[in-house]
């Protein structure tokens, strides 16, 4: 698929960066991306992103120095640049561009706010979808954080034609700082939603038996709503790898072919190998933790070497999804890909029935109310500038 992103704020920014990285590491020419903020310095950290694709905007009310955690500001500020955000858009060309990814964090000032904006104006201007690819913050960085993260959702599916979630708090390790944690769970959402994003990509590893199109993303995702992604893979034994041992040879590739069964995957085996791995891709850790059998829509999709990927397991597999899923709508298709791996992803579209998303608008209820308390006693009203921009 052919994606134009659009990083919003730090996180928003520093992970279409990977993606732009990926891009230009696989010589593909999938993505494109442009970075919007506030904070100058977050821009100027930046590696992939063209320079002249890094917008700084809200520069006469915060001068470079960013929002802090006022959504409002962040919403504000987008809501008066939008021509200039609109402009690096049509600047930088969306010829070709089959959806549109707003990706931001959500508990922070610039993301949570301007995503929801931004994405309502490129509905009103363009055709093709836009998506939004949001973080929740982790609860230890704070109520406010919570506060900010579900304002921010509850505008976005509204706003957008579907929200893909990443929970940082469901992916960080035990003892491990939040911040510590981002360069490895940008890694992680990369590479997961990677894949799905370039889905349908014509490369040099020649032709899939079932590659499937942008618009079968697109019509998996028309449900709207909240989606999570489940991934895994497996290696495969490495030919070349058996060749190049001396002596003994002879000996260690029996017991190589008895342990190792993939050595010599045909028709059956190939089969079950996909249904096993798109298995534990749904029954693990997703990007956002829910419980699948809510999901309406879901599309399976396996990457890897066109010999080892085969019709039948892709065909067993989405059987298995549409037997556990609500829906009965599942696509899927295979990716041929130069690798040493296999890999699957499952993508549950439109997911409901989250207890973190349940958790997190508890925590903004709370804060509400403290918050109209304050305004009682201060005679102002903190809560009513976000909403307006959506009457
Ligand atoms: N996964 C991930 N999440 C991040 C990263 N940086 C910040 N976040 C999350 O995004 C939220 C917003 O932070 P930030 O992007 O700095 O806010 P903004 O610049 O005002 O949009 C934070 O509360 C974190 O939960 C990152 O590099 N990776
Ligand atoms: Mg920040």
Request: a neutral charge; one cysteine or more; charged letters at 25%.
């Given at each position: 698929m052919k994606v134009f992103f659009i990083g919003y704020g730090q996180a928003g920014g520093k992970i279409v960066d990977k993606f732009i990285e990926s891009n230009l590491r696989t010589g593909s020419d999938s993505f494109r991306g442009i970075a919007i903020n506030t904070a100058r310095t977050d821009l100027m950290g930046l590696q992939h992103i063209a320079f002249e694709d890094r917008v700084l905007i809200g520069q006469t009310v915060v001068k470079g120095h960013g929002v802090?955690?006022?959504?409002?500001?962040?919403?504000?500020?987008?809501?008066?640049?939008?021509?200039?955000?609109?402009?690096?858009?049509?600047?930088?060309?969306?010829?070709?561009?089959?959806?549109?990814?707003?990706?931001?964090?959500?508990?922070?000032?610039?993301?949570?706010?301007?995503?929801?904006v931004l994405a309502r104006y490129l509905k009103k201007v363009y055709h093709e979808p836009v998506y939004v690819l949001g973080m929740l913050p982790a609860p230890e960085e704070g109520k406010l954080y919570s506060y900010n993260a579900a304002r921010s959702l509850a505008t976005l599916v509204n706003e957008a034609d579907n929200v893909f979630l990443f929970d940082n708090s469901a992916w960080k390790n035990e003892g491990e700082s939040i911040k510590g944690a981002f360069e490895r769970l940008?890694?992680?959402?990369?590479?997961?939603f990677g894949i799905l994003f370039r889905a349908g990509e014509i490369g040099a590893a020649g032709i899939g038996e079932m590659v499937i199109d942008s618009s079968e993303i697109i019509n998996t995702l028309r449900g709207g709503g909240i989606s999570s992604l489940g991934y895994a893979i497996t290696e495969l034994s490495d030919p070349e790898f058996e060749s190049e041992r001396g002596i003994g040879k002879l000996f260690r590739r029996q017991t190589r072919r008895e342990e190792r069964?993939?050595?010599?995957?045909?028709?059956?085996?190939?089969?079950?190998?996909?249904?096993?791995?798109?298995?534990?891709?749904?029954?693990?850790?997703?990007?956002?933790?829910?419980?699948?059998?809510?999901?309406?829509?879901?599309?399976?999709l396996v990457a890897g070497p066109p010999n080892e990927l085969d019709r039948k397991g892709i065909e067993k597999a989405k059987s298995w999804v549409e037997e556990n899923i609500a829906g009965v709508?599942?696509?899927?298709?295979?990716?041929?890909?130069?690798?040493?791996?296999?890999?699957?992803?499952?993508?549950?579209?439109?997911?409901?029935?989250?207890?973190?998303?349940?958790?997190l608008i508890e925590t903004a209820k709370e804060i509400k109310e403290a918050n109209e308390k304050l305004d009682e006693q201060s005679g102002m009203k903190m809560d009513e500038s976000i909403d307006l921009l959506f009457e």
């Open positions: 802090g955690t006022d959504n409002d500001a962040g919403a504000r500020i987008t809501f008066d640049e939008i021509d200039i955000i609109m402009n690096a858009i049509d600047r930088k060309g969306i010829g070709g561009t089959e959806a549109f990814i707003i990706v931001a964090g959500l508990g922070g000032g610039t993301g949570s706010g301007g995503a929801p940008n890694d992680e959402i990369v590479r997961r069964p993939e050595d010599k995957l045909i028709g059956e085996d190939k089969a079950s190998r996909t249904l096993s791995l798109v298995r534990r891709a749904m029954l693990g850790r997703l990007t956002m933790p829910c419980d699948y059998t809510t999901a309406a829509r879901a599309l399976v709508e599942v696509r899927g298709g295979d990716f041929p890909a130069q690798s040493r791996y296999i890999a699957a992803i499952v993508l549950l579209a439109t997911i409901t029935n989250t207890p973190r998303i349940t958790k």
